[in-house]
T-cell receptor, first 115, second 105 residues
């Protein structure tokens, strides 16, 4: 079974802090993704990566950056956290293939609160 | 503009009462349509991939179908454990907002 592990289930941070969300997958998947999920807005893609050291902007990249130094690990960084970044953050991975043609496997999410 | 719309937003069924969830899409160059199930406090769990119109996939009480404009998730004789939010997504990494299903015993 594919396992995608997110480092924290719940996280509380303060406005202006730099926040790191970590994600690790154990199935040697090439693709990794970061989403945020908000009531009424559904899942929205922040960033994704098709290979180590590669990254692509999703639909809502503003205020975020990512890092992928190793194939199995994809980090989401909030450069200077703001209250409107309070959300559920979901990491996913999938087999190779651009254009999103492979099913994704998700972690259980990090619920982030910015005070 | 690429778009995915799910209906209804919420659905309440009695145990054993079959129904269907709808996912309508307007996407150029579709390379797959995906159904996921999400339980409260969990990440989405992959159910099905459909690649071409006319394709059908089944798993237990669930059957997914695809046309050129929409997909249906048919639930036959549902049980309370089928209660969850069902998400539809297309190959351009666009998700619908989901249908929250509640099945009462």
């Amino acid at each position: 079974d594919v396992k995608v592990t997110q480092s924290s289930r719940y996280l509380v941070k303060r406005t202006g802090e730099k926040v790191f969300l970590e994600c690790v997958q154990d199935m040697d998947h090439e693709n990794m993704f970061w989403y945020r999920q908000d009531p009424g807005l559904g899942l929205r893609l922040i960033y994704f990566s098709y290979d180590v050291k590669m990254k692509e902007k999703g639909d809502i990249p503003e205020g975020y950056s990512v890092s992928r130094e190793k194939k199995e690990r994809f980090s989401l960084i909030l450069e200077s956290a703001s209250t409107n970044q309070t959300s559920m953050y979901l990491c996913a991975s999938s087999l190779a293939g651009t254009g999103g043609g492979q099913p994704q496997h998700f972690g259980d999410g990090t619920r982030l609160s910015i005070l | 503009e690429d778009q995915v719309t799910q209906s209804p937003e919420a659905l309440r069924l009695q145990e054993g009462e079959s129904s269907s969830l709808n996912c309508s899409y307007t996407v150029s160059g579709l390379r797959g349509l995906f159904w996921y199930r999400q339980d409260p406090g969990k990440g989405p769990e992959f159910l099905f991939t459909l690649y071409s119109a006319g394709e059908e996939k089944e798993k237990e009480r669930l059957k997914a179908t695809l046309t050129k404009k929409e997909s249906f998730l048919h639930i036959t004789a549902p049980k309370p454990e089928d209660s969850a939010t069902y998400l539809c997504a297309v190959s351009k990494l666009i998700f619908g907002q989901g249908t929250t299903l509640q099945v009462k015993p």
